[in-house]
Every structure is written in C-alpha cells, then in structure tokens.
C-alpha cells in the first residue's frame, strides 16, 4: 500500500524548522525512483475518470511530483511562484500565514478559461497555500477539480479550507 511505503520512506526531522515541529522531509522519497513513480501512479488512479486540463505545482516542492504527473498524464505543467520568479505577464495574490503574509504569482497566459485544474503540493497543512493557488486559478476563469498531496497533516484541518474550491482532496499519506 502506498501509504505505508510513504510512511515508511519519510525522514522525520524534530525541532526543525524551529522547535516543537516535526518536520516531515519528502527528500528521502526523491531517493527512490521506484517508489516515486509508484506515487504518480498512485495520483492518477485516484484521478482516473476525471476531466483534467492541467497541474498546477505550488512553489517549490509541489514542482517535483506536480511535473512527473502532468508528464505521464500528459497535460501542461503550470508552476505557481513566489513573487518576482516568472517573468511574463502574471496574476499575483497575498495571503495571510501564520505568522506573517505570503505572495503567489501565475502567468496570466497559462491557464485557460473553463479548463479543469488539481493544484499539486506536497504537503497539505493549514492550507492557506493550496488556498491561495485555488483562488489565482478561479480569477483566470479555471476550475480547482482537485487537490493531491503527497502528505497531510489533518489535524491541522486545512481541508476543511479547501472544500470551498473542491471536496475532491487526495492525499496518499495522512498524519
């Protein structure tokens, strides 16, 4: 099962980023080709029958299987950056964290009206970044068709800010 060799596979770094988090580290699973294509393997079963236009990868490890996925499944690959990393015209949002704001940018020409969209990150934790991504895609005229992550963290109940976009939340591994 997936989730078990998610489990398994995952470097838990205490105290980082600062003491008290329980860092989970995705790095040791990029070690394991085997296991990283079971991962986007087990991403597209669980979209299987649904219409998709493209992935949108949140900067920057949504980058990692964000791409493989959109590669195999063989739709674009839409990055989401920080503010000031793309260099055409783009659509930017700011959105609170828990301490302090963030900003995300698209290009405005990379996503299309009326497509079908899963916005792809590695980590769901209080989901303001998935929110975030949700919301620029929604303004470009797009719909969030899905969510996927690698992991979750639900007692940090950020799905429950994602329903709003779309109740199709995938995530192979749930702590």
Same mark, same amino acid.
């Given at each position: #099962?997936? =989730?078990? %060799? ?15 988090? !329980? ?13 990283? !294509? ?21 900067? =920057? &490890?949504?980058?990692? @299987? ?6 195999? #499944?063989?739709? $674009? @690959?839409? $990055?989401? &950056? ?5 260099? *055409? ?5 700011? +959105?609170?964290?828990? +301490?302090? =704001? ?9 996503? %299309?009206? *009326?497509? !079908? ?37 639900? +007692?940090?109940?950020? !799905?429950? &800010? ?10 192979? %591994?749930?702590?």
């Amino acid at each position: #099962m997936i =989730s078990q %060799k998610i489990h398994t596979a995952i470097r838990e770094v205490p105290d980082f980023p600062k003491p008290g988090i !329980n860092f989970k580290d995705i790095t040791t699973l990029l070690l394991d080709p085997i296991l990283s !294509n079971e991962i986007v393997d087990a991403f597209i079963e669980r979209l299987k029958g649904k219409q998709i236009d493209a992935i949108v990868g949140v900067e =920057s &490890r949504g980058f990692l @299987f964000g791409f493989l996925l959109a590669n195999k #499944m063989g739709i $674009p @690959f839409v $990055p989401i &950056r920080k503010v000031g990393k793309l260099p *055409g015209e783009t659509l930017k949002f700011k +959105y609170d964290l828990e +301490y302090g =704001s963030a900003e995300v940018e698209i290009h405005k020409s990379d996503i %299309k009206k *009326g497509w !079908n969209v899963v916005v792809h990150d590695d980590l769901l934790a209080t989901g303001g970044t998935a929110c975030a991504a949700s919301a620029l895609i929604q303004k470009l005229g797009a719909n969030v068709s899905a969510f996927a992550f690698v992991l979750s963290l639900d +007692y940090l109940k950020g !799905n429950e &800010r994602l329903e709003k976009y779309s109740k199709e939340i995938i995530s192979l %591994k749930k702590y």
